[in-house]
């Protein structure tokens, strides 16, 4: 078994590292710095929130009093608990036990399933009542007050649709790694893609920590 | 002096990294760093061509006062596509993409990068973005020139979401890059290189990357933004609906002035590369010209509201944003004075990446000073949105990375190919380019002074003999440059075999043979001094 488990860790090492370790450090730096990219990028989207929530107050309170917070925090606890199965997936690779490992890959996938559910169910709600971003807002069927709601609903359906998508995409990463896992490709030598995907799950959760009490419970 | 060969000499006709895989399909599927490096050669020097036509085009039009060529329709997109071309695929990419991914390895005695396969893809983003670039000219063309300001930007009914979507592609292959930079410096090193043996070049190159990185997320979100506001109209940067276009300037020159050092960081370096060389002396203030790079790129972040001071921007702001941009000059200064130290009593000679090294001192110091000029609020409001802005920023970027560029690539080149090309014409280009340089750019100086706005298709007749001087000086560039080509092409065609270290200088990348081998030396190097060590 030993030499077996060591074929698959060299394999695994690129001609210009040292050892498995060695090239373990330098892809947690990589990943660790796109994920400084991902909040500066979100960064712009908070800055931009945070000047017209200034100059507009009434208007942020006004849409975001027609979301549903329940739903919103259904979801926060959705993407905390798939933070939880994702860690705990690391966890169970390095004391090598594959099926439970996988068994929480899955899990994290279904939290992020329920988490587009809802957000679907949620965007087709309001499709339907006509609260769409900027110059399509229905103000007549909406009812709006405040002049230019159709602003907040830009950013709520910018910031939640990125996010959404940042989603999808880990969703799509955590299936991949699934799949591997059930073949044994990972083990206490070697989870880096398992804890790369990792850190982005969680960053795209901390992400959501935020836009909910920005979005839902603002005003 | 010491034409040395520290290692033991290789014998010829032994395998490269050229001659090691062949076909088409090895080179692009190549995770060889050096390989990518190429890659990027060839078509950031295929957009520079396509750019410099649009330039020439311009001035062409601007030859004579009324329309000579162009309308005025016609006369916008081909500014636009000059400037975004220029910028977003010629010099952001320029040197860190070519002599970065070339040599990063090299100088820092590493075999690859740390993500090969990252690099590689790097560039197929790149390309990808390029074309979609490229395929907006048959597909409406756009002509808000290529800072996208709106509120005209929401408005025109041209292909710019194309073209906000190509620049955001571009971005994220710049930063793919950078990542990768960043990383590879910090884990990749050769044994006994530390941070403070790690050649000039790799600090400036290190710079840009955390540019690269900090910077482009924040104009990505800025072109989503703005793609949004044409498709959906949400509002943000849209006064109709609420919104602020200037806020959309503020985004803009968050990233864009970062931008701006993005491009002149990695010639910086590659001139510290030059000037000790060519100097055969042991660079003068090696911390300080490391530390600069790293203060540049810090307060670069603190100065992007200069381009704001005619906006409606507080007067309070103008004046802060005032006094950090000329805190630029102080790390530039010292990079400047660091030079100059280390050319007095070295032992020079006057090859022609040297002259290109001297020429960027001269342009760059220009382009610098007048940038304080700019800086100042009072002139400013003057010189805003003239000719003098466009002189200026061309003394920095042309004068300035394209000068080193031009430099790092003669420098570089036996290594690259293993070939020597002909060093009199090699010199020619210097000196058409650089002639060419000061006749086409100097005369706006004086332009924008007599208060010719930059950007229009038309001027008044006062403005003519300047006008068509300018004109005569973009003709010896493009000849300048078609000559370089034509050097380039004869020595990769039948220059003669360079040796391993033509110039005698130090750093390692000169230790291994020309070319190097696919996995870069022929033994792990262990570095046991600091990379100017001329005696």
């Known amino acids: 078994m030993s030499t077996s488990s060591s074929h698959t860790h060299d394999s695994h090492v690129a001609h210009h590292f040292r050892d498995a370790n060695h090239q373990f450090e330098s892809a947690k730096q990589g990943i660790w710095l796109f994920m400084v990219t991902e909040i500066l990028m979100f960064g712009g989207l908070f800055v931009g929130y945070a000047i017209f929530h200034a100059l507009y107050p009434k208007m942020f309170a006004e849409g975001a009093s027609h979301l549903n917070w329940k739903l919103g925090f259904v979801n926060t606890l959705v993407l905390i608990f798939s933070s939880y199965t994702m860690a705990m997936s690391i966890h169970h690779l390095q004391k090598n036990e594959k099926s439970q490992a996988v068994t929480k890959l899955w899990l994290t996938v279904g939290c992020g399933v329920i988490f587009m559910c809802i957000k679907a169910f949620e965007y087709t709600g309001k499709f339907q009542h006509g609260f769409l971003p900027g110059r399509l807002l229905d103000v007549v069927h909406t009812g709006a007050e405040s002049a230019n709601l159709g602003m907040y609903y830009g950013f709520y359906y910018c910031m939640t649709g990125l996010h959404g998508l940042h989603v999808l995409i880990g969703m799509g990463l955590i299936v991949w790694l699934a799949l591997r896992a059930q073949k044994g490709e990972f083990g206490e030598d070697y989870f880096t893609p398992v804890e790369g995907v990792g850190i982005f799950w969680h960053i795209v959760d901390l992400i959501w920590i935020f836009l909910f009490p920005l979005l839902y419970l603002v005003g | ?535």
Request: hydrophobic content about 50%.
């Open chain 2, 1 to 535: 002096m010491s034409a040395s060969t520290h290692t033991a000499s290789h014998t010829s006709g032994e395998v490269n990294y050229i001659n090691e895989f062949k076909g088409l399909k090895s080179w692009f599927t190549s995770l060889d760093h050096k390989r990518i490096g190429l890659l990027y050669m060839i078509s950031v020097l295929f957009f520079f061509l396509v750019g410099g036509l649009f330039a020439l085009l311009i001035r062409l039009e601007l030859f004579k006062p009324g329309a000579q060529y162009l309308t005025p329709d016609q006369y916008n997109q081909v500014m636009t596509y000059h400037g975004a071309i220029m910028v977003f695929m010629v010099i952001v990419p320029g040197i860190p993409a070519i002599l970065g991914n070339f040599f990063l390895p090299l100088q820092i005695g590493a075999k690859d990068v740390a993500f090969p396969r990252l690099n590689l893809t790097s560039w197929y983003v790149f390309m990808l973005g390029a074309i979609i670039a490229i395929c907006t000219l048959f597909l409406g063309k756009i002509d808000t020139g290529w800072t996208f300001y709106t509120p005209y930007s929401i408005k025109t009914g041209t292909a710019a979401t194309m073209m906000v979507v190509a620049a955001f592609v571009m971005g994220m292959s710049s930063i793919l890059t950078g990542l990768n930079f960043i990383v590879t410096v910090h884990k990749l090193r050769a044994p006994g290189m530390t941070m403070f043996r790690i050649p000039l070049f790799i600090w400036a190159i290190y710079s840009t990357a955390v540019l690269q990185i900090l910077a482009t997320p924040v104009l990505g979100i800025t072109l989503l933004l703005l793609a949004m506001e044409r498709t959906f109209g949400v509002g943000i940067f849209d006064p109709n609906l609420g919104g602020d276009p200037v806020l959309f300037q503020h985004f803009f020159w968050f990233y864009s002035h970062p931008a701006v050092y993005i491009m002149i960081l990695p010639a910086m370096g590659v001139v510290s590369e030059l000037i000790a060389a060519f100097s055969r002396k042991t660079i003068f203030g090696y911390t300080a010209i490391a530390f600069s790079s790293i203060g540049i790129a810090a307060v670069s972040f603190f100065v992007w509201g200069h381009h704001m001071f005619v906006s409606g921007q507080s007067e309070v702001a103008g004046i802060v944003f005032s006094f950090l941009t000329m805190l630029v000059g102080v790390p530039t200064a010292i990079k400047m004075f660091n030079w100059l130290s280390t050319l007095y009593r070295g032992n020079i000679s006057f090859e022609s990446p040297m002259l290109f090294a001297l020429g960027f001192l001269f342009l760059f110091a220009i382009g610098g000073v007048t940038g304080i000029m700019l800086a100042t609020i009072a002139t400013d409001v003057h010189f805003h949105d003239t000719y003098f802005v466009v002189a200026h920023f061309h003394y920095v970027m042309v004068g300035g990375t394209l000068m080193a560029l031009m430099g790092g690539l003669y420098y570089w080149f036996p290594k690259m190919f293993g070939k020597m090309y002909n060093e009199t014409l090699a010199r020619l280009t210097f000196v058409l380019i650089f002639i060419g340089f000061n006749v086409t750019f100097f005369p706006q100086f004086i332009l924008g002074a007599m208060g010719m706005p930059r950007r229009y298709f038309d001027y008044i007749p006062a403005y003519q003999s300047l006008n068509s001087i300018s004109t005569i000086g973009s003709w010896l560039i493009g000849c300048g440059f078609l000559l370089s080509l034509y050097v380039i092409v004869t020595a990769l065609r039948s220059g003669e075999k360079a040796s391993d270290n033509p110039w005698g200088a130090k750093t390692l990348e000169w230790q291994t043979s020309s070319p190097p081998p696919h996995t870069n030396f022929h033994v792990e190097p262990v570095v046991t001094a600091g990379p100017y060590e001329y005696k």
